[in-house]
Nanobody, 127 residues
């Protein structure tokens, strides 16, 4: 089993920054690909960003490219999402996800490819 715990959410004004963290325990962290997803009220969950096992490849939804950066620290069993220039439309519950499967890169954006999920952390951006 893998346990994922998100932290770092909060209420900020538009243009501010937040850094989300995902702490993992239970299995060798470096063996799984990781992702961030978000769900706003009344909307479906959507992919935000993902990072491959070795950190060599990253993926982003178009709306966050240039503003968000995903990274991982295998020595600390953590993954982070640095979010800059936040906008009100970034308001959502953000979820950390992990998978041990070998997912083709084109499928890294699919939530159903991920086996483990955290409880989520709320990010609220006021205008």
């Amino acid at each position: 089993q893998v346990q994922l715990v998100e932290s770092g959410g909060g209420l900020v004004q538009a243009g501010a920054s937040l850094r989300l963290s995902c702490a993992a325990s239970g299995r060798t962290f470096s063996n799984y690909a990781m992702g961030w997803f978000r769900q706003a009220p009344g909307k479906e969950r959507e992919f935000v960003a993902a990072i491959s096992r070795n950190g060599g490849s990253t993926y982003y939804i178009d709306s966050v490219k240039g503003r968000f950066t995903i990274s991982r620290d295998d020595a600390k069993n953590t993954m982070s999402l640095q979010m800059n220039s936040l906008k009100p439309e970034d308001t959502a519950v953000y979820y950390c996800a992990a998978t041990f499967r070998l997912i083709p890169s084109q499928f890294m954006t699919r939530g159903r490819e991920y086996e483990y999920w955290g409880q989520g952390t709320q990010v609220s951006v006021s205008s």
